[in-house]
């Protein structure tokens, strides 16, 4: 059975860090893309940053450029967001997301999801 469990949220204040993590079980997820997205409340799932299989490429979000960083270690099952220099509207659940495809840009591309991780940023 797949699974995805997030962790690492938490309450920070504007500009700081935080690093969430994402551990998968149930198979080999070397050769999937996987994906963080975010949903605020009222507003819909949207999606944050996303790495390829290899770890070589990865993709973010405008709002997020320059300050999250995505990463993964296949070795280990996990994928990784580095987040800096929070700021409050960046207060939501995250989910981690894997897909079949070269990346997972879109809550339709994933197969899979976590249970999501509250990140709460203070002004």
């Known amino acids: 059975q797949v699974q995805l469990v997030e962790s690492g949220g938490g309450l920070v204040q504007a500009g700081g860090s935080l690093r969430l993590s994402c551990a998968a079980s149930?198979?080999?997820?070397?050769?999937?893309?996987m994906g963080w997205f975010r949903q605020a409340p009222g507003k819909e799932r949207e999606f944050v940053a996303t790495?390829?299989?290899?770890?070589?490429?990865?993709y973010a979000a405008d709002s997020v450029k320059g300050r999250f960083t995505i990463s993964r270690d296949n070795a280990k099952n996990m994928v990784y967001l580095q987040m800096n220099s929070l700021k409050p509207e960046d207060t939501a659940i995250y989910y981690c997301?894997?897909?079949?495809?070269?990346?997972?840009?879109?809550?339709?591309?994933?197969?899979?999801w976590g249970q999501g991780t509250q990140v709460t940023v203070s002004s």
């Open positions: 790495i390829r299989w290899s770890g070589g490429t990865t």
């Open positions: 149930g198979r080999t997820f070397s050769s999937y893309a």
């Open positions: 997301a894997v897909g079949r495809g070269l990346v997972v840009t879109s809550p339709n591309d994933a197969d899979y």
